[in-house]
């Protein structure tokens, strides 16, 4: 797949990324600098990306509200740009996905990456916090209601 190759390679020039891992099933690993890991899968009967970024670990602890607003933000695929919450049934981590076409230019994938980043650390608080006062609820992303 020469043109995700490609694609991963220009975008060392506009994101501070470590390094990337290829593997097989036109699969790739970006580990950023920042310590986050990028899961990039090539899906060409679909002429897509897509990126996915490990929020959170899934635990028993989670209160049904919490994951009731997974869901919920999963229904509003257009106020939240197509992102998606799965868990992978393997391990019980809980991932942000979005599906984007193969022909993207650079710099939206890099601005992409870059906000998915910074999303999923507003994610992550929100559902590792045990117990949350309003005033925290409040500093959470606009599409983050609970």
């Given at each position: 797949?020469d043109?995700?190759?490609?694609?991963?390679?220009?975008?060392?020039?506009?994101?501070d990324?470590?390094?990337?891992?290829?593997?097989?099933?036109q699969?790739?690993?970006?580990?950023?600098?920042?310590?986050?890991?990028?899961?990039?899968?090539?899906?060409?009967?679909?002429?897509?990306l897509?990126?996915?970024?490990?929020?959170?670990?899934?635990?028993?602890?989670?209160?049904i509200?919490?994951?009731?607003?997974?869901?919920?933000y999963?229904?509003?695929?257009?106020?939240?740009?197509?992102v998606?919450?799965?868990?992978?049934?393997?391990?019980?981590e809980?991932?942000?996905?979005?599906?984007?076409?193969?022909t993207?230019?650079?710099?939206?994938?890099?601005?992409?990456?870059t906000?998915?980043?910074?999303l999923?650390?507003?994610?992550?608080?929100?559902?590792?916090?045990?117990?949350?006062?309003?005033?925290?609820?409040?500093?959470?992303?606009?599409?983050i209601?609970?």
């Amino acid at each position: 797949m020469d043109k995700v190759n490609t694609l991963l390679i220009e975008l060392g020039n506009t994101l501070d990324i470590e390094r990337v891992t290829a593997y097989d099933y036109q699969m790739w690993t970006v580990y950023m600098s920042a310590g986050k890991e990028i899961e990039v899968q090539g899906l060409d009967e679909r002429e897509e990306l897509l990126l996915s970024i490990k929020v959170c670990q899934d635990e028993e602890s989670f209160e049904i509200k919490k994951l009731k607003t997974l869901l919920e933000y999963n229904f509003l695929y257009r106020e939240s740009g197509g992102v998606q919450f799965c868990i992978d049934p393997k391990n019980n981590e809980v991932h942000m996905q979005i599906s984007i076409p193969l022909t993207s230019e650079v710099s939206r994938v890099s601005i992409l990456i870059t906000q998915l980043m910074e999303l999923c650390e507003l994610w992550k608080q929100y559902l590792t916090a045990q117990f949350q006062s309003i005033e925290q609820h409040k500093k959470l992303h606009t599409f983050i209601s609970v």
